[in-house]
């Protein structure tokens, strides 16, 4: 398509600057990728699927399936997310998981009688503990149906997902199993990732690696449980508590790259940190991370960042092997 410059599309995805670090970018609502679709980034590594379950569904999904309607949230579903999936092909698209609280999901029509009051929702039925429970499992399998019905039916073979707030291995297991017997399962064209967001994955990230093909961190949640900071409290983040940058953070982040990486597993991340602080694009690159994911305000300036970066380490290297050739010669 011709744009007001007269330069193509095709034309100005000939001119990405290649990284070695992929730049993904973050989004959730669907309509938008029309805005951005020709910014220079590798794929989608975080679409949130919650503003598709509000804005275009609007009930909550128990309540659809109790009422017949659960082939509607099925096909809404799989338009939102194809939406996003056919501007953008053959660039892969990470769709998430649904990772609503229980107080956001009483808010979707028809939903208060589902959900139960939690006195602490942050840390409670959210992420895949509700996959697994036999009172929300169905809906689980409505939001499977819905990619599947991307892959398979619309053919929209690079759209890839990702599990939330991932506690424990066993309840990855479980997870597994059910979205198996939907028909879908991993293989080398369907990946599927977790995130990193609660530090039992960073210490248990070897025992992970054999479940998926790869994590991806979510340092708004990581943060938030390797210090023990409300990521919502403002007096804690006014006092300076509440900083992805800190060092136990970090620490963190390195042993995930550290354990996927010998695994041969990929790592990327998608909470706020890179696209608000440069100094944790720059820590990351040089630790090796995979990808990085953005909001696409930050696409552009990441990628520069990162270009340089990369270049920076590479004449590093280059003037050490320099230097090893030269004593090895002496
Ligand atoms: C995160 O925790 O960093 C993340 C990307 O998920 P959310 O902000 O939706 O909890
Ligand atoms: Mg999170």
């Keep these: 398509e011709e744009k007001g410059t007269g330069v193509s599309a095709e034309a100005l995805r000939e001119l990405y600057p290649v990284t070695a670090t992929k730049i993904y970018m973050n989004l959730g609502e669907p309509d938008v990728i029309d805005k951005y679709v020709d910014l220079p980034f590798d794929g989608i590594g975080l679409m949130r699927i919650e503003f598709i379950l509000t804005d275009w569904i609007g009930?909550?999904?128990?309540?659809?399936?109790?009422?017949?309607?659960?082939?509607?949230?099925?096909?809404?579903?799989?338009?939102?997310?194809?939406?996003?999936?056919?501007?953008?092909?053959?660039?892969?698209?990470?769709?998430?998981?649904?990772?609503?609280?229980?107080?956001?999901?009483?808010?979707?029509?028809?939903?208060?009688?589902y959900e139960p009051e939690e006195r602490n929702p942050m840390l409670g039925w959210r992420g895949v503990s509700r996959y697994i429970h036999p009172a929300y499992e169905k809906a689980f399998r409505l939001e499977v149906r819905a990619?599947?019905?991307?892959?398979?039916?619309?053919?929209?073979?690079?759209?890839?997902?990702?599990?939330?707030?991932?506690?424990?291995?066993?309840?990855?297991?479980?997870?597994?199993?059910?979205?198996?017997?939907?028909?879908?399962?991993?293989n080398k064209d369907f990946k599927v990732w977790i995130m990193a967001?609660?530090?039992?994955?960073?210490?248990?990230?070897?025992?992970?690696?054999?479940?998926?093909?790869?994590?991806?961190i979510g340092s708004n949640d990581l943060t938030q449980l390797v210090l023990g900071v409300d990521r919502d409290s403002q007096l804690l983040a006014g006092m300076g508590y509440f900083d992805e940058?800190?060092?136990?953070?970090?620490?963190?982040?390195?042993?995930?790259?550290?354990a996927a990486h010998r695994h041969g597993r990929t790592v990327s991340i998608c909470?706020?940190?890179?696209?608000?602080?440069?100094?944790?694009?720059?820590?990351?690159?040089?630790?090796?991370?995979?990808?990085?994911?953005?909001?696409?305000?930050?696409?552009?300036?990441?990628?520069?960042?990162?270009a340089s970066i990369e270049k920076?380490?590479?004449?590093r290297r280059l003037e050490t092997i320099e230097k090893m050739l030269r004593s090895l010669n002496t």
Excluded at 245 to 258: G, S, Y
Excluded at 312 to 315: A, D, G, P, W
């Design 271 to 306: 909470g706020q940190a890179p696209s608000v602080y440069p100094e944790i694009v720059e820590f990351l690159v040089a630790n090796g991370i995979d990808s990085i994911s953005v909001n696409p305000d930050a696409v552009i300036p990441t990628r520069r960042l990162v």
């Design 312 to 315: 920076k380490i590479m004449l």
């Design 245 to 258: 940058r800190d060092p136990a953070v970090l620490k963190a982040i390195k042993m995930l790259i550290e």
């Design 59 to 113: 009930y909550h999904p128990v309540y659809l399936l109790e009422t017949g309607k659960a082939d509607f949230f099925v096909q809404r579903l799989a338009e939102g997310i194809a939406k996003v999936a056919s501007a953008i092909y053959p660039r892969p698209v990470v769709v998430r998981f649904s990772d609503f609280k229980t107080n956001e999901y009483r808010g979707l029509r028809g939903g208060e009688k």
């Design 147 to 186: 990619i599947k019905k991307v892959r398979d039916e619309m053919g929209l073979k690079n759209v890839w997902v990702m599990l939330p707030f991932v506690r424990t291995t066993w309840e990855v297991e479980r997870v597994l199993n059910i979205m198996a017997e939907e028909g879908l399962e991993r």
């Design 197 to 216: 967001e609660i530090p039992s994955v960073v210490l248990l990230a070897d025992e992970f690696a054999k479940l998926v093909d790869g994590f991806s």
